[in-house]
């Protein structure tokens, strides 16, 4: 790439480097127009914790909520990084994504509600080394009733991860589709808000909504919360439409799009089947090198120790 165009961050869009991973025609990087960087492996920590709380959020359902928070989880684990996340979507799809039985165990619900267990007592180990979560079943749907009578009703989530801060790098707080009482919860104990885009068509409709949402609760509830990014997915070099759709977020967005995209891919589906992580499942595929790459991506942009 050459150095004029690397200062032109104005770029022409038909000129952007749309070069491709070796092998793979899905997934495409420094795809959203600006230049493309190497970001490099990050070093091993020192020390570990305080945590820094990232919800994966989008009110939109199937935009790879769940599945950023599987891979990018375990990229970061694979980077030594210590992971907590979060199911706190009552259909259980990060709990099952993981491989993690649901039924007849405790979940993030009795946290919640109730002081029968501990946070020790309901986290469960993954398969992947450094990754853990806390997960969810149905019971969590009826947690949006039994909050409203809550004091403070909001800040409960936040309540239960400080006392496992100290012992995560990272945690990634898995959102259910909708901006109700959970996901304000998400929010208000969050650092940032990770909002993973699928690119298609109606992709930007809801986005207003979120990030006004987003900006209700720093006003409110949590005035440090920030954007830590927008991260597309589902994109399909391919098409025309895919790209057009990502010109888009980009114009809209600027910055706050990472370069990493996550490219559109039949692995996912495989690798959820397999209740393992693609990073695990098929290591050296694109899909997998995306999420590593997102995973340095936001150490490097400082949203991860
Ligand atoms: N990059 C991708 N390419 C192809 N399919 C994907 C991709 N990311 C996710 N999927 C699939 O799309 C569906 C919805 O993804 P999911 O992560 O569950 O979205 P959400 O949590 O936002 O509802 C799942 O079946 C998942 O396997
Ligand atoms: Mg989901």
Do not use: W
Not at 82 to 106: E, K
Not at 243 to 266: H, K, N, Q, Y
Request: proline letters at 5%; charged letters at 25%; one cysteine or more.
């Amino acid at each position: 790439m050459g150095a004029g165009r690397n200062e032109d961050t104005g770029v022409k869009r038909e000129k952007a480097d749309r070069t491709l991973l070796p092998g793979f025609e899905d997934v495409v990087v420094g795809a959203t127009g600006r230049p493309k960087h190497e970001f490099d492996e990050p070093a091993p920590l020192a020390s570990h914790g305080p945590a820094r709380i990232i919800s994966l959020c989008n009110q939109k359902g199937g935009v790879g909520k769940t599945t950023t928070t599987i891979n990018l989880g375990a990229a970061l684990a694979g980077y030594g990084r210590r992971v907590l996340a979060i199911d706190f979507d009552p259909q259980g799809a990060l709990s099952a994504g993981l491989g993690i039985p649901t039924h007849d165990l405790p979940t993030v619900y009795d946290l919640l509600l109730g002081n029968k267990y501990t946070p020790a007592e309901v986290i469960q180990k993954t398969a992947v080394e450094n990754l853990d979560i806390m997960p969810a079943n149905i019971d969590l749907s009826a947690a949006e009733v039994h909050l409203v009578n809550e004091v403070a009703r909001e800040q409960i989530l936040a309540r239960v991860l400080r006392k496992v801060s100290a012992d995560y790098d990272v945690i990634l707080i898995d959102c259910q589709p909708s901006l109700g009482i959970l996901t304000v919860n998400a929010l208000t104990a969050s650092h940032g808000v990770l909002i993973p885009l699928e690119c298609e068509f109606f992709a930007l409709r809801g986005v207003a909504l979120l990030i006004e949402t987003i900006d209700k609760v720093r006003d409110r509830l949590n005035p440090a919360i920030e954007l830590d990014g927008i991260l597309a997915t589902m994109f399909d070099s391919r098409t025309l439409h895919s790209r057009e759709v990502l010109e888009r977020v980009v114009d809209a967005f600027g910055d706050s799009v990472l370069e990493t995209v996550i490219g559109r891919t039949v692995k996912f589906p495989d690798a959820s089947v397999a209740g393992v992580p693609i990073t695990e499942f098929a290591p050296e595929h694109a899909a997998a090198k995306a999420y590593r790459q997102a995973a340095r991506e936001l150490i490097q942009r400082g949203a991860v120790a």
